[in-house]
């Protein structure tokens, strides 16, 4: 099983831009997925998320701006961005926990990463 996110670029101050992350695999479920940041010299942080009831949540810097949404026939997770400003910039890291595929589940899985670049 593995996460491949896709999506990423550079952008103006103000655009937009919608990320995917697909997984691979012979996957049944999926738990909690969701997508975190990293801006170089900071810690990862939480963009958007579903738990693992469906609901979502967001990080406090994104409320209103980004929209969390996924295609669960598909197993591909999306961000919709919108009004993106430059502390935007980051590496955008698609996750999934509890994944059941064939014979068990995988835990805290993460995808590679995409850049995601905002001009000012």
């Known amino acids: 099983v593995q996460l491949q996110a896709s999506g990423g670029g550079l952008v103006e101050y103000g655009g937009s831009l919608t990320l995917s992350c697909a997984a691979f695999?012979?996957?049944?479920?999926?738990?909690?997925t969701g997508w975190y940041r990293q801006a170089p010299g900071k810690q990862r942080e939480l963009a958007a998320i579903f738990n693992s009831a469906g609901s979502t949540a967001y990080g406090d810097h994104v409320k209103g701006r980004f929209t969390i949404s996924r295609d669960t026939a598909s197993n591909t997770l999306y961000l919709r961005m919108n009004d993106l400003k430059p502390e935007d910039s980051a590496v955008y890291y698609c996750?999934?926990?509890?994944?059941?595929?064939?014979?068990?589940?995988?835990?805290?899985?993460w995808g590679k990463g995409t850049l995601v670049t905002v001009s000012s």
């Open positions: 996750w999934a926990d509890a994944i059941q595929v064939p014979g068990g589940m995988v835990y805290d899985l």
């Open positions: 695999g012979a996957i049944s479920s999926i738990g909690a």
